[in-house]
Structure formats: structure tokens, C-alpha cells
């Protein structure tokens, strides 16, 4: 039976993981079996403790304790649940609690990217994508468009910030992931290394050095295929490029210059995770955008 607690001061010590603690404390790099992150709506909750997730405490309006809260706390025994109505909840986090529920969460523990793609065939890199929302939608298109397992640079946003999670739909939980590298000298000289020694050809999506189209038959024929995405603006940087053994881009139209990177990406995944032609490329006229800016005018 679910612990309930009802909140009566904001300032209680055990409401910190919800208030006052910051991404990077949450995260808790010095120890990461120490680390925890914020699960939001009964949704991703499910999928997270379909996953094995641990839960550690519920911050919960009052209103969805025998709502659609009600499931998710008859599978969690008697982790504490904190609650009150909606407006105390709002100054106590600062934002409105969308869906009503916010769980706090053991973080995994994660493989090395070894191990997490000794049986890939496609997988996704992450270089640098700063924006939480981008990362989370790519999830969800890795998750929904084939992919077997994504990678994320030191300098990536973490894939279990709050609105990553959120927007990821909880696929964040489903498709499996890890860090290629702990620092940031790791990546890309020896990340990319790791990756052609694990027998994967790089594709870098960007415009820039000579490129070749998305639907080339030579990438769709690669046994095994890393596509590496940048951040929004300044796209990949030119080492990582320049060390990739392809340079992709995404044919356009209209004059249209560049376009979303989680967008980009969902381009991208639909089109090689198969590691065949995706479904009507044969002889279609496909209309598509860059996965990054383009570079000069």
C-alpha cells in the first residue's frame, strides 16, 4: 500500500529532488549509483517501471491518488507519496505540473558502448545537442523508426533530463543507450575509433566537404551503420566530420535551408535503420531537408 504523505511545509528536506535539486545533483556524476531523474505523467512513469526502473518518491495531486495515479502506486508498494492540490504543487516546483505526477527515479546503471552495440546494426550518435526537447523527440523516432541503440557524446544533454524524458514519450526507457566516453577529450577522435573498431561505418549528417545523398544505396548496404547528429546552428564539428567515413545530407527543396535535427533525424532513421531502401524509395521523388544548417551563404 502506498505511503501518502501529505505536504504541510515546503520546505521539507524530502521535496529537494523535486524543488531545489539541480540537473547536474540529480545526475550526481561523482557517484552515479547515487544519481536519480524525474519521470513526468502516469504515461512515462508506466514505461519506466516496465523497464525495471526504481521508484523512489511520488510528488502527486491530491485528485490523482485515486485517478491515474491510482494504478501506478498499487505497483510501487510503499514508496512515500507527497501530495497536495495543484496550486501548493506549483509554488512548490515552480511550474505547473501538466500531468499532475512526478516521480523520482533510480538512475541505471549504464554499459559500455562496447557492449550496448555488440549486436546493433544501426545506431544513433548524439555530438553536443544541447536542447533537451530535440533529444527526447529523438528518442522517440529511434524507438519508432528501427533504430537498435543510441550513443550521446560527454557534451550531449542528459537523456534523462525531466523535458527529455517527457517529450521521448518514455521511449527513453525502451530503446537502449549509453555514453561513448566520460570526458570530453574522449569524443570524436577515440569515440569514433571505438566505433569503426566495433566494425560500424560513421555517417555524418551535415553540409559540409563533399556529401552524398541520404537514399545512396551504399549506406542503405552497410552491415552496420552509425549515424552522428549535431547540435541546432553550428552542426557537427569539422574534426568529427572530417573523420567519418561518409558525409550525409538530406535532399530539398523549395529553397528551404536547414531543418529541425530531431526532425532530421526521424528522416534519417525511417531511411537506413532497416539497413535496406525504406519502403517507396525506389523511383520516388522524395522531398527532404538538411539535417543541419548549411554552412556560408
Not at 41 to 67: N, Q, T, W
Not at 118 to 132: H, N, Q, S, T
Not at 169 to 184: E, H, R
Not at 252 to 259: A, I, K, P, R, T
Amino acid at each position: 500500500m502506498a505511503n501518502i504523505i501529505r505536504v504541510t511545509d515546503l520546505e521539507w528536506p524530502e521535496l529537494a529532488v523535486f524543488t531545489r535539486l539541480t540537473q547536474a545533483q540529480l545526475r550526481s556524476r561523482r557517484a552515479p549509483e547515487k544519481g536519480l531523474f524525474i519521470a513526468e505523467s502516469a504515461k512515462v512513469i508506466d514505461h519506466a517501471l516496465d523497464a525495471g526502473y526504481v521508484p523512489v518518491s511520488f510528488l502527486m495531486e491530491r485528485r490523482h491518488i485515486e485517478g491515474q495515479g491510482r494504478a501506478i502506486l498499487a505497483r510501487c508498494g510503499e514508496t512515500p507519496v507527497y501530495t497536495a492540490d495543484s496550486g501548493l504543487l506549483e509554488e512548490l516546483t515552480g511550474y505547473r505540473l501538466t500531468r499532475g505526477i512526478l516521480c523520482a527515479m533510480h538512475r541505471p546503471r549504464l554499459l559500455q558502448a562496447e557492449e550496448l552495440c555488440a549486436k546493433a546494426r544501426r545506431v544513433a550518435v548524439l555530438e553536443g545537442i544541447a536542447d533537451p526537447t530535440n533529444v527526447g523527440a529523438i528518442f522517440r523516432s529511434a524507438a519508432a523508426l528501427g533504430m537498435d541503440a543510441i550513443l550521446v557524446t560527454p557534451t550531449c544533454c542528459d537523456p534523462l533530463h525531466r523535458r527529455s524524458v517527457r517529450v521521448s514519450m518514455g521511449t527513453v526507457f525502451q530503446i537502449p543507450w549509453t555514453y561513448i566516453g566520460s570526458k570530453v577529450a574522449d569524443w570524436p577522435g577515440h569515440g569514433l575509433e571505438r566505433l569503426h573498431a566495433l566494425g560500424f561505418r560513421t555517417a555524418a549528417m551535415a553540409l559540409s566537404g563533399h556529401t552524398v545523398p541520404i537514399d545512396d544505396p551504399r549506406l542503405a548496404s552497410e552491415a552496420k551503420l552509425a549515424i552522428v547528429l549535431g547540435t541546432e546552428g553550428d552542426g557537427l564539428a569539422p574534426q568529427t566530420v572530417a573523420a567519418c567515413d561518409y558525409t550525409v545530407c538530406i535532399p530539398m527543396s523549395h529553397g528551404v535551408d536547414s531543418l529541425n535535427v530531431a526532425a532530421a533525424s526521424a528522416v534519417a532513421f525511417w531511411q537506413l535503420s532497416a539497413g535496406e531502401s525504406a519502403p517507396g524509395s525506389e523511383g520516388g521523388n522524395h522531398t527532404a531537408l538538411p539535417a543541419l544548417r548549411r554552412e556560408g551563404p
